[in-house]
């Protein structure tokens, strides 16, 4: 049974934090990258950070780099997404996304435009005064 459980979202003022969980089952994180994205009404989803398998190596969108840190914990079968010095234009439904052997071999440069083979249910992510 392949899964994927977000979980970490709610509500944050500017500058605040928040560290957002994609629990993975059915699969390991020794084959599979993962992904976050996400999306706001009206706009198209974006792609936010991603860490690849099995290395481990991190890539970042421009507009969170430095703010975002994504990491994964391989016992738990966990990628975390902490998110510093939170705007109110980083609000949006958070998604993460898993891409068997993704990697520099199979594309991972270009992480935020290749399809994904499971994808979680979001979880809302809102920065607002």
């Known amino acids: 049974q392949v899964q994927l459980v977000e979980s970490g979202g709610g509500l944050v003022q500017p500058g605040g934090s928040l560290r957002l969980s994609c629990a993975a089952s059915g699969f390991t994180l020794h084959y599979y990258g993962i992904a976050w994205f996400r999306q706001a009404p009206g706009k198209e989803r974006e792609g936010v950070s991603c860490?690849?398998?099995?290395?481990?190596?991190?890539y970042y969108a421009p507009s969170v780099k430095g703010r975002f840190t994504i990491s994964r914990d391989i016992a738990k079968n966990t990628v975390y997404l902490q998110m510093d010095s939170l705007k109110p234009e980083d609000t949006a439904v958070y998604y993460c996304?898993?891409?068997?052997?993704?990697?520099?071999?199979?594309?991972?440069?270009?992480?935020?435009?290749?399809?994904?083979?499971?994808w979680g249910q979001g979880t809302q992510v809102t920065v607002s005064s």
């Open positions: 996304g898993a891409r068997w052997q993704l990697n520099r071999g199979f594309g991972v440069r270009d992480w935020y435009s290749l399809d994904y083979d499971y």
């Open positions: 860490i690849s398998s099995p290395d481990g190596n991190t």
